[in-house]
């Protein structure tokens, strides 16, 4: 249920407002949600797989999330 709402909220924010969804609250929770799985992900890459800092040490990985985000909208 989840999921679909946050799909309309995506697809057409009028349609889902005016099925009674708070537009604004959802968009402001997917964000911080993909905001904290973001630092989580930082936090893991330099703290567990690297422990200490060592250059290219993400190899590239910056990169193909750009991409990813690029291509999948």
């Known amino acids: 249920r989840a999921g679909l709402i946050l799909r309309a909220v995506g697809e057409n924010h009028t349609s889902a407002h005016s099925l009674g969804f708070s537009v604004m609250g959802i968009r402001f929770l997917a964000i911080a949600a ?9 936090s893991y890459l330099t703290l567990v797989q690297t422990p200490l800092f060592v250059e290219g040490m993400t190899a590239g990985r910056g990169w193909i999330a750009l991409a990813l985000v690029v291509f999948a909208s």
């Open 34 to 42: 993909g905001g904290a799985l973001a630092g989580i992900g930082g």
